[in-house]
């Protein structure tokens, strides 16, 4: 049945993929109506998961006409609703979404619960793919996506591709297509994302106004400057340090330091521990801030004394690390909202 589900991510997206699922295989006659469920003790144990996640998976499956609960007898596919909709139809409701594993989970839960608000308000479902930040993988998932028949597809797309030839695909098949965060410079396609010139701005503007000149901007080894986000921050960086006059140093541009090396990330120890080190960096995200925050212990570096930090999100964790991490807000939920509207 299901070949694998990503434990990696919280219950909400565990139940997600296992809803996503079966509700394909319900639409599309491989379960047919009639077909006796496992029991829910029987699905955690099949897919490693709680029964919780298994039951909530299957309240929305519920609700959506495709299943029967049956105390006693147990969990059974139904006729999808008979109130002119045709399995065909059912599958026309239905939008596509495509994300992928740099988000990490707090980011993709806040996407998919606007994607969802928006689309369930128009009356669509989502289907909802998890690609492992590979640009075959997610050309398989949208292909997959395809043959389900998808309305449209809502598409956060891989790192620093400077084009897609699926994505491509869909626009030539005049699929609507909207994308998230990053976009393709040279192809004309829907796009919601944050103010990211804008906030790479502020955050570097505010390190300038507490006195630092040797900022740093540091952004992980999967994405580069052709990922669109990663670049718009980077002029906002840019232009702030030349409304303070400050001279651009390339040196302080630190893209590649995934060098693991007993649990240290070698490349970016070797960056703090340089005598021209900054004082301040700017990290593209919260994760690669807290990458940061991590090397800079290792060192017995202090924050903000010995060495100023800035992330990119505002994500749950910035609160709760030791001292608070100052970051800029980026409102996924109200992305995914826009994107999905």
């Known amino acids: 049945m299901i070949a694998k589900l990503n434990k990696k991510e919280r219950t909400k997206i565990l139940h997600m993929q296992l809803m996503t699922y079966f509700r394909e295989r319900v639409l599309d006659g491989r379960l047919p109506a009639g077909t006796r469920l496992p029991t829910d003790g029987e699905l955690a144990v099949q897919y490693q998961i ?7 998976a299957l309240a929305l499956l519920a609700g959506e006409g495709l299943i029967e609960r049956v105390q006693g007898r147990g969990t059974f596919v139904i006729q999808p609703p008979s109130n002119g909709s045709t399995v065909a139809q059912l599958k026309q409701k239905q939008i596509g979404l495509v994300l992928n594993r740099t988000l990490r989970t707090q980011p993709t ?25 590979e640009q075959e993988q997610q050309a398989r998932d949208i292909d997959r996506l395809r043959a389900n028949h998808v309305l449209g597809m809502i598409i956060y797309p891989i790192g620093d591709a400077t084009h897609d030839a699926s994505i491509q695909q869909l626009q030539a098949d005049h699929i609507p297509v909207v994308l998230m965060d990053r976009y393709f410079p040279g192809l004309a396609i829907d796009y919601v994302g944050s103010d990211n010139v804008g906030g790479g701005y502020r955050a570097t503007e505010h390190l300038l106004i507490l006195g630092h000149r040797r ?39 630190i893209p590649d330091f ?72 980026q409102q996924f939920i109200d992305i995914g909202l826009r994107a999905g509207t």
């Open 215 to 253: 900022i740093g901007y540091v952004f992980a080894q999967e994405e580069t400057l052709r990922t669109t986000s990663v670049y718009e921050r980077w002029q906002g960086y840019c232009k702030a340090l030349q409304k303070y006059e400050v001279p651009y140093d390339e040196s302080l541009v």
């Open 258 to 329: 995934r060098q693991l090396q007993s649990g240290t990330r070698e490349g970016l120890v070797e960056f703090l521990q340089r005598p021209d080190r900054p004082s301040a960096i700017f990290a593209v995200n919260d994760y690669v801030a807290l990458d940061i925050l991590q090397a800079a212990k290792a060192l017995h570096l202090r924050i903000p004394e010995d060495l100023a930090v800035i992330g990119f999100d505002d994500l749950e964790f910035a609160a709760h690390v030791n001292p608070p991490l100052t970051t800029v807000v």
């Open 109 to 133: 839960m806040n996407l998919l619960v606007g994607v969802e608000q928006a689309a369930k308000s128009h009356g669509y479902n989502v289907s909802f793919t998890y690609a492992e930040g």
């Open 50 to 56: 709680s029964r919780d996640t298994v039951r909530q």
